[in-house]
């Protein structure tokens, strides 16, 4: 399964950990969800099951400031949100 990132860049990019991951090759900066992503969303009202393991092809997680995240994870994003 491949983790990705989607990179909002709303904070410092020095102390950004996704952006870490992403330098030393751990997981793969994308502009965009697929529907058959798992979203790692904090919000989300259901949690992560083990069947969502045959539903999905990647892990993404998306990068924002914790000051905006309300407003970050309102928009849609496609593929399957959980915490």
Do not use: Y
């Amino acid at each position: 399964m491949h983790l990705k990132v989607l990179m909002l860049k709303q904070d410092d990019p020095r102390k950004c950990s996704a952006a870490k991951l992403v330098k030393f090759g751990l997981a793969k900066p994308v502009t965009r969800t697929t529907s058959r992503t798992l979203i790692l969303n904090p919000f989300s009202k259901k949690t992560l099951l083990e069947s969502d393991k045959k539903l999905v092809r990647s892990i993404t997680g998306i990068d924002c400031s914790w000051n905006l995240a309300i407003s970050a994870f309102q928009k849609p994003f496609t593929g399957i949100s959980r915490k």
